[in-house]
Nanobody, 121 residues
Framework: QVQLVESGGGEVQPGGSLRLSCAAS????????MGWYRQAPGNQRELVAV???????DYADSVKGRFTISRDNAKNTVYLQMNSLKPADTAVYYC???????????????WGQGTQVTVSS
């Protein structure tokens, strides 16, 4: 059974920084594309950042230049470094793992339980 466990959330003042971590177990971590999503109250879950198995990254426009996603395959962990945080970044942040079988095209998707990030003065 694949498990994703997030950590590192909390409360921070505007302009501050946090680093989220997501530790994966029960699978071959390196073959999965990993992503961070967030959901604020009353809003839909949105993609924040993604990193492929090959290390390519992409970001939502709202976080470009402020957030950095990275992965350590030796530790089965993906990170989200968040700098210059704004109140609009307040949300529950979820870790996501995605794999597409290269031959059969079947997909596997897994989610973490979420970690709260609150940016407030």
């Amino acid at each position: 059974q694949v498990q994703l466990v997030e950590s590192g959330g909390g409360e921070v003042q505007p302009g501050g920084s946090l680093r989220l971590s997501c530790a994966a177990s029960g699978t071959i971590f390196s073959i999965y594309a990993m992503g961070w999503y967030r959901q604020a109250p009353g809003n839909q879950r949105e993609l924040v950042a993604v990193i492929t198995s090959g290390g390519s990254t992409d970001y939502a426009d709202s976080v470009k230049g402020r957030f950095t996603i990275s992965r350590d395959n030796a530790k089965n962990t993906v990170y989200l470094q968040m700098n210059s945080l704004k109140p609009a970044d307040t949300a529950v942040y979820y870790c996501h793992a995605h794999f597409v079988h290269p031959v059969f095209g079947t997909t596997n998707d897994y989610w973490g339980q979420g970690t709260q990030v609150t940016v407030s003065s």
